[in-house]
């Protein structure tokens, strides 16, 4: 089927053909692990590269490779894979970079199992790293060393919702020959395509929007064929990071809602965002679509809507954080997003408690910073449940 116009048809339609699969409607599910050959000659053609075909499906599944397509259309790539997690698919490309005594420049803070990564790569092969603001052209090209291979991106940044752009970044990153590579889970192919602002990889935790049910642990990568065709015959071979067919099949299941859902996240969070920062018991709201956000510029440039994450801090300490959330009803306290439930976590002791205080306090997340994933709800009920939890803590401060 060739690419449509409108992203709501391809990611409903695109990498599947029912009339190769007996008129099932749905992909099928090839729960299978491996595949039988006709005879010994069209095996070895196969491991060979002499003829396309499965064999394995750690090298390649039928499933996966409808979710692939449809991913590599809706980020506009060449060609994208599918892992067995957000990480896996971070770290996949990353080693499919780097080389011993290389250097990585990334955004002023990126997620607490990233930045694990990143410290395990110094640690074990002198693969060192900066954070940056890159909040200028001038300024990333002074961050760039003689030896960096490679530029990473989260943007939004999690948790703390500073933005970069990408633009900007892309263009100063091919002035030196270097790839930047984009972490997309905050937006999903529907808020935002980095490559069409010059990147040149792109990254998902498929657990959070892409599937968007709480069900799957999964992650995907987009980028050129050449490329993303390395990492498929090295990264993801080899270390195996690789995705089930039936996570595959569940994925394909929650792409179709994708642009439906990622509109009522968007809608709730506009919502939410502007009663939290008119309470008296919040300090601060960081949220893209809030004029006053500083990089509010950057969203309306390079984000189809501002998202569905919303980080704020409440007056007092960390108990009063921790209080508050514990006065929630409706609200569960998890740390994932981009499910249908409300999710609210407390990155300091949760998703970034693997980073030093120093790090943690450099990149903006304190204490009292708590993390909200705007679920599908009725917003009412959601803004419901925040006021009586914050009323009630409010009262310790």
Same mark, same amino acid.
């Given at each position: 089927?060739?690419?449509?116009?409108?992203?709501?048809?391809?990611?409903?339609?695109?990498?599947?053909?029912?009339?190769?699969?007996?008129?099932?409607?749905?992909?099928?599910?090839?729960?299978?692990?491996?595949?039988?050959?006709?005879?010994?000659?069209?095996?070895?053609?196969?491991?060979?590269?002499?003829?396309?075909?499965?064999?394995? =499906?750690?090298?390649?599944?039928?499933?996966?490779?409808?979710?692939?397509?449809?991913?590599?259309?809706?980020?506009?790539?060449?060609?994208?894979?599918?892992?067995?997690?957000?990480?896996?698919?971070? =770290?996949?490309?990353?080693?499919?970079?780097?080389?011993?005594?290389?250097? +990585?420049?990334? =955004?002023?803070?990126?997620?607490?199992?990233?930045?694990?990564?990143?410290?395990?790569?110094?640690?074990?092969?002198?693969?060192?790293?900066?954070?940056?603001?890159? /909040?200028? !052209? /001038?300024?990333?090209?002074?961050?760039? !060393?003689?030896?960096?291979?490679?530029?990473?991106?989260?943007?939004?940044?999690?948790?703390?919702?500073?933005?970069?752009?990408?633009?900007?970044?892309?263009?100063?990153?091919?002035?030196?020959?270097?790839?930047?590579?984009?972490?997309?889970?905050?937006?999903?192919?529907?808020?935002?395509?980095?490559? /069409?602002?010059?990147?040149?990889?792109? +990254?998902?935790?498929?657990?959070?929007?892409?599937?968007?049910?709480?069900?799957? +642990?999964?992650?995907?990568?987009?980028?050129?064929?050449?490329?993303?065709?390395?990492?498929?015959?090295?990264?993801?071979?080899?270390?195996?990071?690789?995705?089930?067919?039936?996570?595959?099949?569940?994925?394909?299941?929650?792409?179709?809602?994708?642009?439906? !859902?990622?509109? !009522?996240?968007?809608?709730?969070?506009?919502?939410?965002?502007?009663?939290?920062?008119?309470?008296?018991?919040?300090?601060?709201?960081?949220?893209?679509?809030?004029?006053?956000?500083?990089?509010?510029?950057?969203?309306?440039?390079?984000?189809?809507?501002?998202?569905?994450?919303?980080?704020?801090?409440?007056?007092?300490?960390?108990?009063?954080?921790?209080?508050?959330?514990?006065?929630?009803?409706? +609200?569960?306290?998890?740390?994932?997003?981009?499910?249908?439930?409300?999710?609210?976590?407390?990155?300091?002791?949760?998703?970034?408690?693997?980073?030093?205080?120093?790090?943690?306090?450099?990149?903006?997340?304190?204490?009292?910073?708590?993390?909200?994933?705007?679920?599908? /709800?009725?917003?009412?009920?959601?803004?419901?449940?925040?006021?009586?939890?914050?009323?009630?803590?409010?009262?310790?401060?």
């Amino acid at each position: 089927m060739e690419k449509n116009k409108r992203f709501e048809t391809d990611v409903i339609h695109m990498g599947y053909d029912s009339g190769e699969n007996s008129g099932s409607l749905v992909p099928p599910l090839f729960q299978s692990s491996t595949f039988t050959f006709a005879n010994a000659a069209q095996g070895e053609r196969r491991f060979a590269g002499e003829e396309e075909g499965y064999i394995y =499906s750690r090298l390649g599944n039928p499933t996966v490779k409808v979710l692939e397509e449809r991913m590599a259309a809706l980020e506009g790539a060449e060609k994208a894979l599918a892992f067995g997690s957000g990480m896996a698919a971070v =770290s996949s490309v990353l080693f499919s970079i780097v080389k011993a005594g290389d250097h +990585i420049l990334c =955004s002023q803070g990126v997620y607490g199992c990233t930045f694990g990564l990143l410290q395990l790569m110094k640690d074990k092969f002198n693969v060192d790293h900066d954070f940056s603001l890159m /909040e200028s !052209r /001038e300024s990333v090209l002074q961050a760039i !060393r003689p030896n960096t291979v490679c530029i990473y991106i989260e943007t939004p940044i999690n948790p703390t919702m500073r933005l970069v752009d990408l633009q900007m970044v892309a263009e100063a990153a091919k002035e030196k020959g270097i790839p930047v590579v984009v972490d997309n889970t905050f937006c999903s192919p529907y808020l935002q395509k980095p490559l /069409e602002k010059g990147c040149d990889v792109v +990254i998902h935790s498929a657990t959070k929007y892409v599937c968007g049910h709480g069900d799957v +642990i999964a992650g995907l990568a987009a980028g050129s064929e050449e490329f993303m065709s390395k990492v498929a015959m090295t990264t993801l071979k080899d270390m195996g990071g690789v995705i089930s067919p039936f996570d595959a099949w569940l994925l394909l299941r929650g792409l179709k809602t994708l642009h439906v !859902r990622m509109d !009522r996240h968007c809608e709730n969070a506009e919502k939410l965002a502007a009663y939290l920062k008119a309470h008296h018991a919040v300090q601060s709201v960081y949220f893209p679509g809030n004029p006053g956000h500083p990089d509010y510029s950057i969203a309306k440039k390079q984000m189809r809507r501002p998202g569905g994450l919303i980080s704020f801090t409440i007056k007092g300490t960390k108990e009063n954080a921790q209080a508050f959330m514990d006065k929630l009803k409706l +609200i569960k306290i998890a740390v994932s997003l981009g499910d249908a439930e409300t999710l609210i976590q407390h990155p300091a002791t949760m998703t970034h408690a693997v980073v030093p205080r120093e790090d943690r306090e450099k990149m903006g997340i304190d204490d009292s910073l708590l993390r909200l994933s705007v679920g599908l /709800e009725a917003w009412e009920d959601i803004w419901g449940d925040l006021e009586q939890a914050l009323s009630a803590a409010s009262e310790k401060c």
